[in-house]
Nanobody
Framework: EVQLVESGGGLVQPGGSLRLSCAAS????????MTWVRQAPGKGPEWVAS????????NYADSVKGRFTISKDNTKNTMYLQMNNLKPEDTAVYYC??????????WGQGTQVTVSS
């Protein structure tokens, strides 16, 4: 069974940091690009960042560029999102995603990130 499990969310003050993890199982993780997407309360999903299969290339939304870093450890079947200088507008549920085929995408259950003083 293909599974993605996010962890690492929580409550943090503005300016603080968190590192999210996405543990993958049930597919050949090292051969797939991976993505983080977030959804804030009352808003639609927002793409955050993507990384290629080998972890050498990444892309970021303008809203997080320079503050967030996506990475991928193919030896541990895990993807990460290091989030620094967090802002209240980063408050959202964060999901990891893998597109196994053009028509088959898998999502984790999400992890809540709340940035508040």
């Amino acid at each position: 069974e293909v599974q993605l499990v996010e962890s690492g969310g929580g409550l943090v003050q503005p300016g603080g940091s968190l590192r999210l993890s996405c543990a993958a199982s049930g597919f050949s993780f090292k051969y797939y690009d991976m993505t983080w997407v977030r959804q804030a309360p009352g808003k639609g999903p927002e793409w955050v960042a993507s990384i290629n299969e080998g972890g050498e290339s990444s892309n970021y939304a303008d809203s997080v560029k320079g503050r967030f870093t996506i990475s991928k450890d193919n030896t541990k079947n895990t993807m990460y999102l290091q989030m620094n200088n967090l802002k209240p507008e980063d408050t959202a549920v964060y999901y990891c995603n893998v597109q196994l085929t053009q028509s088959v995408g898998v999502w984790g259950q999400g992890t809540q990130v709340t940035v508040s003083s």
